[in-house]
């Protein structure tokens, strides 16, 4: 069964520094998609970023990128120049390739913005 | 607005009464979701839409729950005798049946309380 984790419940940063959010998931599949949701309180969850398994190069999306190691099954967020406005709940999801598509959500790492 | 509705947004209701939830999906979007969110946790896999059709059942949906799509637009997900433990927010999302993105678009979810 496919599964999502990640182990960091809180993760803090200072305004305008960088901060990395790690996710590792288990799949036996071979191609498939990965995402960051972003979850701010009280309001809905938005796509952050998205990556598909087949290509080995990182999404990039402004100030966020992430490190995706498909050999080891991990797929983390990084964070640059963070801002007030990033703090929130981030869940990192593997959406399952066939079929309905559904998503497979971790437990979620709140951020704080520290100013 | 053009996203994803869901109403209401919060319930407070008794144990053993019934509740109703409904959703709105993009109204290009065939394809709808109903994911389940306890505090601290990610959500959760409920049910899958497709058009019309209920094409998935999480295990976690109990007899108690009951959803429907009619006529592939919106959707109600209807929770009979509820229990404390049915307390949660309940998330809609939609996507287009495309391979490639399959991005899911979330409302901003209903939180339900039982007394």
């Known amino acids: 069964a496919q599964t999502v984790t990640q182990s960091q419940p809180e993760m803090s940063v200072q305004e305008a520094e960088t901060v990395t959010l790690s996710c590792t998931y288990d799949?036996?599949?071979?191609?498939?998609?990965l995402f960051w949701y972003k979850q701010p309180p009280s309001r809905q969850m938005i796509l952050v970023i998205r990556?598909?398994?087949?290509?080995?190069q990182n999404a990039t999306e402004n100030r966020f990128s992430v490190n995706f190691q498909k050999a080891a099954k991990s797929f983390s967020l990084k964070i640059s120049d963070s801002q007030l406005g990033d703090a929130a709940m981030y869940f990192c999801a593997y959406r399952v390739p066939s079929g309905t598509y559904k998503y497979i959500f971790g437990t979620g790492t709140r951020l704080k913005v520290l100013a | 607005d053009t996203g994803v509705s869901q109403d209401p947004r919060h319930k407070i209701t008794k144990r053993g009464q019934n509740v109703t939830f409904r959703c709105d999906p993009i109204?290009?979007?065939?394809?709808l979701y109903w994911y389940r969110q306890t505090l601290g946790q990610g959500p959760e896999f409920l049910t899958y839409?497709?058009?019309?059709?209920?094409?998935?059942k999480s295990r976690l949906l109990s007899d108690r729950f009951s959803a429907e799509r009619p006529k592939g637009s919106f959707s109600t997900l209807e929770i009979q005798r509820t229990e404390q433990g049915d307390s949660a927010m309940y998330l809609c999302?939609?996507?287009?049946?495309?391979?490639?993105?399959?991005?899911?678009?979330f409302g901003e979810g209903s939180r339900l309380t039982v007394l």
């Open positions: 990556q598909e398994a087949y290509k080995q």
């Open positions: 799949t036996s599949e071979s191609d498939y998609y």
């Open positions: 999302a939609s996507s287009l049946r495309l391979a490639g993105t399959g991005e899911l678009f």
């Open positions: 109204s290009e979007h065939n394809r």
């Open positions: 839409f497709q058009n019309e059709a209920q094409l998935e």
